[in-house]
């Protein structure tokens, strides 16, 4: 290959990565408070579609979505998860962000997962919680929060929430820095995906026996 081929390559592959790490994109107006009451168009957009700027109203851009606890005997890993939409917070459509309130039950955990389209910071409200994230060469970055301090999640990457107490709760707040951070948990997207994952993969990719996938789906809900 030529000098200003390796120069070319370069260049491209750097605009890929650019591209890929991008945020939401920037809006186009002021804001577009998201239109909760009409019904839903037969059309699909890249976000929500806005009411005329001239009816929007401080109330548009207010929440009290996160105010209440999340039921977290609800969850099995005994967390809950409460996000702010362009339903609850239609002033959010297109500013490309999330705000999550999260509830963790004394030895609760939000198990591995990871969010494709966002970063996210967390911030420790109540209790004492243990988290972390894996980077992609393997190496797995802790730390031990108490109330009002603050982690970040790198976007994309596999990060855990645990509760470090086993007699109080744990509260946290999450900042995204999408619209639509996205959000799955590795074991149950693995267990119990609609349809499954053929055993055998399962079984190759985890080292497992037949036994244990139908442990692993029963014990998951799958
Ligand atoms: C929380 O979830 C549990 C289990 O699903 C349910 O029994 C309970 O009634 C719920 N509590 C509230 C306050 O909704």
Same mark, same amino acid.
């Given at each position: 290959?030529?000098? %200003?081929?390796?120069? /070319? *390559? ?7 990565? /650019? !591209? ?8 186009? *107006? ?6 909760? &009451? ?17 009816? +929007?109203?401080?109330?548009?851009? +207010? ?12 969850? @099995? ?10 339903? #609850?917070?239609? $002033?959010? #459509? ?5 705000? +999550? ?30 988290? $972390?994230?894996?980077? %992609? ?23 855990? /929430?645990? #509760? ?10 999450? $900042?995204? #820095?999408? *619209? %639509? ?14 349809? +499954? ?13 037949? *036994?244990?996938?139908? &442990? @692993?789906?029963?014990?998951?809900? !799958?």
């Amino acid at each position: 290959m030529r000098p %200003n081929s390796y120069l /070319l *390559q370069l260049f491209l592959t750097l605009f890929l990565l /650019l !591209g890929l790490s991008k945020p939401d994109p920037d809006p186009l *107006q002021d804001y577009c408070v998201a239109d909760t &009451k009409t019904p839903k168009l037969p059309l699909f957009l890249n976000g929500v579609p806005c009411i005329d700027p001239k009816q +929007a109203s401080s109330s548009h851009f +207010a929440t009290s979505a996160l105010s209440k606890p999340g039921n977290t005997s609800a969850n @099995m890993f005994g967390f809950s998860v409460t996000l702010t939409t362009t339903i #609850n917070l239609p $002033g959010l #459509n297109t500013m490309g962000l999330t705000l +999550a309130r999260i509830d963790i039950a004394a030895d609760g955990i939000v198990p591995p997962h990871w969010h494709p389209r966002a970063s996210e910071v967390t911030t420790c409200l109540q209790g004492a919680l243990l988290v $972390g994230f894996v980077d %992609n060469l393997d190496r797995l970055f802790t730390q031990q929060l108490r109330a009002g301090e603050s982690f970040v999640f790198p976007k994309g990457l596999i990060h855990f /929430l645990s #509760n470090l107490d086993s007699s109080k709760p744990a509260l946290a707040v999450s $900042g995204f #820095n999408s *619209q %639509n951070p996205g959000g799955q948990i590795a074991s149950v997207v693995s267990f119990t995906s609609k349809p +499954a994952i053929p055993d055998e993969i399962l079984k190759k990719a985890f080292k497992i026996n037949g *036994q244990d996938v139908t &442990k @692993m789906r029963r014990n998951l809900g !799958g």
